[in-house]
């Protein structure tokens, strides 16, 4: 019985090392765009903290790809009860060309990496004409120019800025007449023109226009304030402001009718598709026995409230009973994709060969311009008579969870029935191995909850201490970093700075600058903090990097009580 245990334990643990051996590493792109001139990130997520432990050296990129900065994460987060963690390295690159790159496959310690191809698309010459010496700029641009109605119009606006802007603001678009989205959140990103780099904040709107004619997209206002070069300081050397005002031109888009030729229902959109799959894909039919099937139609270019209706038709052999349909809305640079999602319960109610028929639901391909038709194929099932058993099965069923889980705790009921009664008393293999695998990952979560270094002590601050001994005691705990910067000692003041953040109670989850840059509100300590960041990378670091203009801009890290103050508009960019 030992030997047999010992065995079982050498397979469980052969099963983790394999797994290990097999983990994967994961590349992504910070936005599905990428074009030529264009700052972009490549997301590297490893399995293991060892591998992350090592050093990584970048000579495995595509040498076309100039490398601007490094930075590693490591996150934490709980999704509905569920610990999940996310670690791994962020590069910053620059494309100078248009093209297709290729990341070949590479290891990572005991990781590996398959191939990943980067498609870098040829630049938006928005600027290339412009000479004029403004140092942000507004373009807008749309995908069409005219429509049909209820067709999606895709508004794309940017922001080129080469200062720094405070108080930002963009009015919304108007449109008389059409119904407006926003696609997911802004992208921002660097852009090099000339000798010039501009930080880009893109946003984009689909519009669906609900009548035809002419549809007016009124100008979009975007404000801030920035430095004044032409005014010298004030006595008090502090910098002088100024506002500006920025529009967009006015667009007046044509919105065609319906074509005659045209089948209802109305549907413009770049694609539409019905699916349907059995749940389990391997299902079996039996009369009485309800199956599921999973019922989705997606469409491209459409509102969710602009998703078909479906009907099945009446069957013999065969009754559908629906349930509640749920829907999603996506966003993304190619604009809104909307899934209706639902499942069916279907009951034969004969044995033999049942046909549930093709369905077809017509839609107006926008790309083509042409009439088609999203096609459901016909599904055969062959239905087995009803097993015999001491109560007959309705064939009325409610479609819902209880009434699936009690199909199942039947279904299960009935086959450890007519199972061998001394095949249930053993043991397998598998049952074996699953139990010491259950109770490795245990001991593994207890050893790693009482071996856990503390955290380090956080200086809360005191509500009794007035307020300016509190501010006092904030300045003076950055004294050292201050030091660092003014020395341009840029290893060092990273390291003090990280430090400082989890010695105090509202920054204690700070682990790296990228987090730190998501909390700061000062636009200029964030810029700050990223030239920071890139000096780190840098191979001369300590020589090219002048730390005191985050010195003095360290003034404006957040205090412990401001989170009880924040109000205001949505920021523009994070």
């Known amino acids: 019985m030992i030997r047999q245990i010992s065995l079982y334990c050498f397979l469980a643990i052969s099963l983790m090392f394999a797994q290990a051996l097999e983990a994967k590493v994961e590349y992504s792109l910070d936005r599905g765009e990428i074009r030529e001139n264009e700052t972009f990130r490549l997301k590297i997520v490893v399995q293991s903290p060892s591998t992350l432990a090592n050093a990584l050296r970048l000579d495995f990129l595509p040498e076309e790809l100039e490398r601007l900065s490094l930075q590693q994460f490591n996150n934490s987060t709980m999704v509905n009860g569920q610990f999940q963690s996310e670690m791994g390295w962020e590069v910053k690159l620059l494309a100078r060309q248009a093209g297709t790159y290729t990341v070949p496959a590479t290891k990572f310690g005991n990781e590996t990496a398959g191939s990943y191809t980067i498609r870098v698309l040829p630049a938006i010459d928005e600027l290339k004409d412009d000479d004029s010496p403004a140092k942000v700029k507004l373009r807008a641009a749309?995908?069409?120019?005219?429509?049909?109605?209820?067709?999606?119009?895709?508004?794309?606006?940017?922001?080129?800025?080469?200062?720094?802007?405070?108080?930002?603001?963009?009015?919304?678009?108007?449109?008389?007449?059409?119904?407006?989205?926003?696609?997911?959140?802004?992208?921002?990103?660097?852009?090099?023109?000339?000798?010039?780099?501009?930080?880009?904040?893109?946003?984009?709107?689909?519009?669906?226009?609900?009548?035809?004619?002419?549809?007016?997209?009124?100008?979009?206002?975007?404000?801030?304030?920035?430095?004044?070069?032409?005014?010298?300081?004030?006595?008090?050397?502090?910098?002088?402001?100024?506002?500006?005002?920025?529009?967009?031109?006015?667009?007046?888009?044509?919105?065609?009718?319906?074509?005659?030729?045209?089948?209802?229902?109305?549907?413009?959109?770049?694609?539409?598709?019905?699916?349907?799959?059995?749940?389990?894909?391997?299902?079996?039919?039996?009369?009485?026995?309800?199956?599921?099937?999973?019922?989705?139609?997606?469409?491209?270019?459409?509102?969710?409230?602009?998703?078909?209706?479906?009907?099945?038709?009446?069957?013999?052999?065969?009754?559908?009973?629906?349930?509640?349909?749920?829907?999603?809305?996506?966003?993304?640079?190619?604009?809104?994709?909307?899934?209706?999602?639902?499942?069916?319960?279907?009951?034969?109610?004969?044995?033999?060969?049942?046909?549930?028929?093709?369905?077809?639901?017509?839609?107006?391909?926008?790309?083509?311009?042409?009439?088609?038709?999203?096609?459901?194929?016909?599904?055969?099932?062959?239905?087995?008579?009803?097993?015999?058993?001491?109560?007959?099965?309705?064939?009325?069923?409610?479609?819902?969870?209880?009434?699936?889980?009690?199909?199942?705790?039947?279904?299960?009921?009935?086959?450890?029935?007519?199972?061998?009664?001394?095949?249930?008393?053993?043991?397998?293999?598998?049952?074996?191995?699953?139990?010491?695998?259950?109770?490795?990952?245990?001991?593994?979560?207890?050893?790693?909850?009482?071996?856990?270094?503390?955290?380090?002590?956080?200086?809360?601050?005191?509500?009794?201490?007035?307020?300016?001994?509190?501010?006092?005691?904030?300045?003076?705990?950055?004294s050292e970093v201050e030091k660092a910067c003014n020395n341009n000692q840029s290893k060092l003041a990273h390291q003090l700075l990280l430090q400082w953040c989890r010695n105090q109670s509202h920054l204690k989850h700070i682990r790296n600058l990228n987090q730190l840059k998501q909390v700061v509100e000062y636009t200029q300590l964030s810029e700050q903090l990223e030239k920071l960041q890139e000096a780190l990378y840098s191979t001369h670091s300590e020589q090219v990097w002048q730390g005191q203009a985050l010195a003095t801009a360290l003034q404006y890290l957040p205090k412990p009580e401001s989170h009880h103050n924040e109000q205001g508009l949505p920021k523009l960019y994070s």
């Open 142 to 478: 749309l995908n069409l120019e005219d429509v049909y109605v209820q067709q999606q119009l895709i508004l794309t606006v940017r922001i080129y800025r080469s200062v720094v802007t405070r108080h930002e603001s963009l009015t919304l678009p108007k449109a008389t007449g059409a119904l407006l989205e926003q696609l997911g959140d802004d992208r921002t990103f660097e852009m090099v023109q000339g000798n010039t780099s501009y930080r880009v904040v893109e946003r984009q709107f689909a519009l669906f226009p609900q009548q035809s004619g002419e549809l007016v997209i009124e100008p979009m206002t975007y404000t801030a304030t920035i430095l004044d070069d032409s005014q010298s300081s004030n006595p008090w050397g502090l910098s002088r402001t100024k506002p500006i005002s920025l529009s967009t031109p006015q667009y007046k888009v044509n919105v065609k009718h319906k074509p005659a030729e045209a089948e209802e229902p109305w549907l413009p959109a770049t694609n539409l598709k019905i699916e349907a799959n059995w749940q389990p894909s391997n299902q079996t039919f039996e009369v009485g026995a309800p199956a599921t099937l999973e019922f989705k139609v997606k469409g491209t270019g459409l509102l969710q409230t602009q998703l078909p209706s479906i009907t099945f038709p009446e069957m013999d052999g065969v009754k559908i009973y629906r349930d509640s349909p749920e829907y999603q809305q996506l966003f993304n640079r190619l604009g809104v994709t909307s899934h209706h999602i639902e499942k069916l319960a279907i009951v034969p109610s004969k044995p033999g060969l049942v046909t549930i028929p093709e369905l077809r639901t017509p839609w107006w391909n926008t790309v083509t311009d042409k009439q088609d038709y999203a096609v459901l194929p016909a599904m055969t099932i062959e239905v087995k008579p009803q097993a015999l058993s001491g109560q007959a099965t309705s064939t009325e069923p409610v479609v819902s969870k209880n009434q699936e889980n009690e199909s199942a705790i039947s279904h299960s009921a009935s086959e450890a029935s007519t199972s061998d009664t001394s095949e249930q008393g053993n043991v397998t293999i598998w049952q074996v191995i699953s139990i010491v695998l259950a109770a490795l990952w245990l001991l593994t979560l207890i050893l790693w909850r009482f071996t856990k270094p503390k955290p380090m002590a956080s200086n809360t601050t005191d509500p009794s201490i007035p307020l300016s001994q509190t501010e006092q005691m904030f300045k003076s705990s950055l």
